[in-house]
Protein backbone atom coordinates (compact mmCIF):
# COMPACT_ATOMS: atom_id res chain seq x y z
CA UNK A 1 0.00 0.00 0.00
CA UNK A 2 2.46 2.39 -0.98
CA UNK A 3 0.23 4.65 -2.93
CA UNK A 4 -0.26 7.02 0.18
CA UNK A 5 2.67 9.75 0.88
CA UNK A 6 3.65 8.21 4.81
CA UNK A 7 3.05 5.29 4.47
CA UNK A 8 5.94 2.05 3.08
CA UNK A 9 5.52 0.47 0.09
CA UNK A 10 7.96 -2.27 1.68
CA UNK A 11 6.65 -3.22 5.39
CA UNK A 12 10.20 -4.54 5.90
CA UNK A 13 11.99 -0.90 5.54
CA UNK A 14 12.21 0.10 9.72
CA UNK A 15 14.84 3.09 9.35
CA UNK A 16 12.53 5.73 8.38
CA UNK A 17 9.81 6.69 11.40
CA UNK A 18 5.87 7.17 10.66
CA UNK A 19 7.19 10.70 10.82
CA UNK A 20 9.93 10.25 8.06
CA UNK A 21 12.56 10.62 10.49
CA UNK A 22 15.00 8.37 11.18
CA UNK A 23 15.05 6.28 13.79
CA UNK A 24 17.77 5.43 16.25
CA UNK A 25 19.73 2.52 15.98
CA UNK A 26 18.71 -0.02 19.03
CA UNK A 27 21.43 -2.13 21.05
CA UNK A 28 21.74 -4.91 18.42
CA UNK A 29 22.17 -2.58 15.58
CA UNK A 30 24.78 -0.68 17.48
CA UNK A 31 26.79 -3.54 18.92
CA UNK A 32 26.90 -4.51 15.25
CA UNK A 33 28.35 -1.22 13.82
CA UNK A 34 30.68 -1.71 16.29
CA UNK A 35 31.83 -5.29 15.98
CA UNK A 36 32.11 -4.27 12.38
CA UNK A 37 34.28 -1.28 12.94
CA UNK A 38 36.71 -3.41 15.45
CA UNK A 39 37.07 -5.85 12.50
CA UNK A 40 37.80 -3.22 10.08
CA UNK A 41 40.25 -1.36 12.58
CA UNK A 42 42.17 -4.78 13.22
CA UNK A 43 42.77 -5.28 9.49
CA UNK A 44 44.08 -1.65 8.80
CA UNK A 45 45.97 -2.10 12.16
CA UNK A 46 47.23 -5.46 10.44
CA UNK A 47 48.30 -3.64 7.19
CA UNK A 48 49.85 -0.91 9.06
CA UNK A 49 46.77 1.53 8.15
CA UNK A 50 46.36 4.70 9.81
CA UNK A 51 43.88 7.29 7.89
CA UNK A 52 41.29 5.18 5.80
CA UNK A 53 39.88 8.27 4.26
CA UNK A 54 43.24 9.72 2.98
CA UNK A 55 44.19 5.77 2.13
CA UNK A 56 41.01 4.99 1.22
CA UNK A 57 42.23 2.77 -2.25
CA UNK A 58 44.65 0.69 0.10
CA UNK A 59 42.31 0.21 3.04
CA UNK A 60 39.42 -0.88 0.04
CA UNK A 61 42.40 -3.10 -1.39
CA UNK A 62 43.47 -4.59 1.81
CA UNK A 63 40.43 -4.91 4.02
CA UNK A 64 37.55 -4.46 1.29
CA UNK A 65 35.87 -7.24 2.78
CA UNK A 66 36.11 -5.47 6.51
CA UNK A 67 35.02 -2.54 4.97
CA UNK A 68 32.01 -3.75 3.14
CA UNK A 69 30.76 -5.27 7.00
CA UNK A 70 31.64 -1.88 8.76
CA UNK A 71 29.97 0.16 6.03
CA UNK A 72 26.99 -2.01 6.09
CA UNK A 73 26.51 -2.32 9.85
CA UNK A 74 26.96 1.38 10.16
CA UNK A 75 25.11 4.75 8.98
CA UNK A 76 27.35 6.62 6.45
CA UNK A 77 27.67 9.36 9.07
CA UNK A 78 28.73 6.60 11.50
CA UNK A 79 31.55 5.27 9.22
CA UNK A 80 33.04 8.71 8.00
CA UNK A 81 32.80 9.60 12.22
CA UNK A 82 34.72 6.69 12.92
CA UNK A 83 37.73 6.56 10.44
CA UNK A 84 38.53 10.48 11.50
CA UNK A 85 38.25 9.56 15.09
CA UNK A 86 41.00 6.81 14.94
CA UNK A 87 43.30 9.50 13.33
CA UNK A 88 42.43 11.67 16.13
CA UNK A 89 42.80 9.13 19.16
CA UNK A 90 46.37 8.41 17.49
CA UNK A 91 47.61 11.73 17.30
CA UNK A 92 45.77 12.61 20.74
CA UNK A 93 47.85 9.45 22.37
CA UNK A 94 50.86 10.49 20.17
CA UNK A 95 50.97 14.07 21.94
CA UNK A 96 50.23 13.28 25.29
CA UNK A 97 53.46 10.37 24.87
CA UNK A 98 55.92 13.43 23.89
CA UNK A 99 55.05 15.63 26.00
CA UNK A 100 55.46 13.10 29.29
CA UNK A 101 58.33 12.34 27.69
CA UNK A 102 59.24 15.62 27.46
CA UNK A 103 57.79 16.72 31.17
CA UNK A 104 60.39 13.09 32.64
CA UNK A 105 63.52 14.68 30.54
CA UNK A 106 62.81 17.97 32.00
CA UNK A 107 62.31 16.91 35.49
CA UNK A 108 65.80 14.65 35.45
CA UNK A 109 67.86 18.04 33.91
CA UNK A 110 66.01 19.90 36.98
CA UNK A 111 67.58 17.16 39.60
CA UNK A 112 64.32 15.97 40.52
CA UNK A 113 64.28 12.29 41.53
CA UNK A 114 60.65 12.06 42.69
CA UNK A 115 62.08 10.71 46.42
CA UNK A 116 63.13 11.89 49.58
Not at 18 to 40: L, V, Y
Not at 62 to 85: D, M, N, T
Request: aromatic share 10%; with cysteine.
Amino acid sequence: MGWLPWSSSSSTDTSKASDGGRIAPDRTSRERCWEGRDKFFTCLDNNNILDALKNEKEAQSKCGGELAEFEGACAKAWVKYFKEKRVMEYNRDKTIEKIKKEDAASLKTQGWSGSK
